[in-house]
């Protein structure tokens, strides 16, 4: 299973969810992959976790997707007690954990090759609905359900590590411009202004 | 238990417990009754000094504070947790602190990070990366500690307070420095003007009388 494959079939069930993502390949991937309006990728590791739990505090009627990284989120682990505990039931983050720092020249490994297990460590942080994803199949039973459920869902997806994003076009919108697209996005869908302060 | 030469911070480290009321009446009876007064007069300054900067912020408009507890400014916390004007949220690490902020401020509410000065240093990269670089409006309530105007000063606290201004300079963050509550309200209007006119992080250093 590779992270575009899980991509391909995820783009195409998002209608009105905000997805939040962070760096790396999967950015590119992504981009390229879904021009959805709602799409918020920050550009930076250890970031979408957060920025994702922060929309969906103030935006519960709201489905808030977040596709993290094992690098990002091992930068990030502090995370994850803060999401147990506030529980979001409209968040979904699926981890997509290839073992490597897939951007770097040289791929070097990240914890998760060795012995570390990300479910395992959200689950001892309190989130109760964790799991871990092997193969295709299995990820397309449970992305569609984790969308529908109104309930907090953790899934590491263990995916092959791939260079796919260095052959896809990078996104050329500039990050101030992709922040202000999903602004007056949210700010269209949600029937109010979104920034404050005098024009 | 309470003799003439008891240091005044055994006196001191008592205060929480004044809380209760017939604690309170009890010891009013056992220690010097002048003590007691001016310990009141220093709890009521402080609650009012408290109550008051969460005002300000209720004004101006914050309706989201991300907190990792620290000493100086504590008491603004529970109020704030009593008030339904604010959705207030623990947090594990300064960073994440900033980032959840942002995360509220970019689905539409006003957001406030609120942390000890130590937590510039922690969250530094979220500020940079989101906060700058993004360009997130967000209010920094920054504890001064290790200032010239911080009460509690000491070892602990001077070096990473000497080099806090340099931090927030180097990133380009906005900052005030606050000694008292004067013009509070309009001072915390303004900054929160002042992060939405520029769409990024705004710092407050709260010291002086706000670290007693």
């Known amino acids: ?42 550009a930076s590791m250890g970031n979408a976790l957060g ?145 404050l302060g005098r024009g | 238990m309470f003799q003439g030469s008891t240091p005044l911070s055994a006196y001191t480290a008592l205060l929480p417990g004044f809380q209760d009321a017939l604690l309170r009446r009890n010891l009013f009876h056992l220690l010097d009754k002048r003590l007691v007064f001016i310990l009141n007069v220093l709890e009521i300054m402080e609650e009012q000094l408290a109550k008051k900067l969460v005002d300000g912020l209720r004004e101006a408009g914050i309706s989201f504070v991300t907190f990792l507890p620290e000493t100086r400014l504590s008491q603004i916390v529970p109020l704030m947790q009593q008030d339904p004007s604010f959705q207030v949220v623990p947090v594990a690490n300064e960073a994440e602190g900033v980032s959840i902020a942002a995360g509220a401020a970019l689905g539409g509410k006003p957001a406030a990070s609120y942390m000890e000065g130590s937590g510039v240093y922690v969250s530094s990269y979220n500020l940079l990366v989101v906060g700058k670089r993004l360009g997130v409006p967000i209010l920094l309530i920054v504890a001064y500690y290790g200032s010239f105007g911080d009460k509690r000063n000491s070892f602990l606290y001077a070096l990473p307070g000497i080099h806090l201004i340099p931090i927030l300079e180097s990133l380009d963050i906005q900052y005030l420095v606050l000694e008292n509550g004067d013009n509070l309200e309009a001072q915390i209007k303004g900054a929160v003007r002042m992060m939405h006119a520029i769409k990024q992080p705004v710092a407050l250093l709260f010291t002086g009388e706000f670290t007693v």
């Open chain 1, 1 to 42: 299973m590779t992270r575009y494959e899980c991509f391909e079939f995820l783009a195409p069930l998002i209608t009105s969810q905000l997805v939040v993502g962070s760096l790396s390949g999967q950015r590119v991937e992504w981009g390229h992959l879904s021009q959805h309006e709602g799409n918020l990728l920050v």
């Open chain 1, 51 to 195: 920025i994702g739990l922060g929309l969906a505090l103030v935006l519960p009627h709201r489905k808030v997707i977040v596709l993290e990284s094992d690098g990002s989120l091992l930068l990030s682990l502090y995370n994850l007690p803060t999401l147990a505990n506030l529980n979001p039931p409209n968040l979904v983050a699926f981890v997509f954990d290839n073992e490597v720092y897939g951007g770097t020249r040289i791929s070097q490994p990240s914890a998760t090759a060795g012995k570390t297990d990300l479910a395992a460590v959200a689950r001892g942080a309190g989130i109760e609905r964790t799991l871990t994803v092997r193969d295709l199949e299995t990820f397309k039973q449970e992305a569609p359900q984790a969308l529908a459920e109104n309930v907090l869902r953790f899934i590491v997806c263990k995916v092959d590590p791939t260079v796919v994003h260095r052959e896809i076009q990078r996104p050329t919108i500039d990050q101030q411009e992709h922040k202000y697209r999903f602004v007056r996005y949210l700010g269209k869908t949600e029937g109010r202004q979104i920034f």
